[in-house]
């Protein structure tokens, strides 16, 4: 296994770079956050309109939501590849389709987050701003906003240890990340395939690990700072 993890760890790691794209599990990480960070302007579009509980925007990012949260990430994906093409007239490169339908997974998960993030600030604090004069965004963007978004830390890191496994469908167009470099292996090797997906399930399990044990350190530090405040 040591000879195994020698030889092919730095594949693992960062995919054929320098000599190539980048990719292994650095790639996994580039995916995974740039998907997070380009759906999350549209999961708080989504998420604020989910508050407002009636009218047709509400009804139209309801439908978002539930929509893209009970179709599998893989549909997507062959969505994006598809239809992409045929929208732009141009090819895309994979890691672009790939990014594409994470994104507008992402969003759908992301934005139940925030709307839980809003509607946990309490309604008391809601009322006492309208009573002082501020209006609907003022007191969103004033008071609400910033409490949420500091609650929602934890939740948001955890979604991101979603993202990273997600991310390990998107092989199947060519992607290059970590399961892609554990399938270059396995082709290399010809033999002991279960050797390779095992190493492969070790590092998902340890970055994994780390980032659901730093969500729940980030977790008890906010609940403790909230104890605190509040004594």
């Known amino acids: 296994m040591m000879d195994f993890l020698h030889t092919y760890g730095l ?3 960062v995919g054929s770079w320098p000599n190539g794209p980048i990719g292994g599990f650095a790639g996994t990480l580039i995916l995974a956050t740039l998907g997070l960070a380009g759906a999350f302007p549209m999961a708080m579009l989504i998420g604020i309109a989910r508050t407002r509980k009636r009218g047709l ?8 939501v539930y929509t893209f949260r ?12 598809f239809l992409l093409p045929l929208l732009t007239g141009a090819e895309v490169p994979p890691f ?6 994470i994104i507008v997974y992402e969003s759908a998960f992301l934005a139940e987050i925030i709307r839980a993030g809003i509607e946990s600030v309490p309604a008391g ?23 949420a978004l500091s609650n929602m830390i934890p939740s948001l890191l955890n ?12 092989y199947i167009i060519g992607v290059q ?10 082709s290399i090797e010809l033999t002991g395939a279960l050797r390779t997906y095992m190493v492969l399930a070790m590092f998902y399990f340890l970055l994994c690990v780390f980032l659901s044990k730093l969500a729940r350190m980030l977790e008890t ?6 104890l605190g405040l509040a004594i």
């Open 125 to 147: 604090q809601v009322e006492a701003s309208r009573a002082v004069g501020l209006g609907y965004f003022q007191t969103l963007w004033s008071v609400q906003l910033p409490q």
């Open 221 to 226: 530090h906010l609940q403790n700072k909230r």
């Open 70 to 81: 009970s179709i599998p990430l893989i549909m997507i994906v062959f969505w994006a590849y």
């Open 159 to 170: 979604q991101f240890v979603s993202a990273i496994k997600a991310t390990s469908i998107v």
């Open 11 to 13: 594949m693992f790691l």
């Open 177 to 186: 990340e970590a399961a892609f470099s554990a399938q270059q292996i396995n």
């Open 57 to 64: 925007v509400c009804r139209a990012a309801t439908v978002w």
């Open 96 to 101: 672009s389709t790939a990014l594409a339908a």
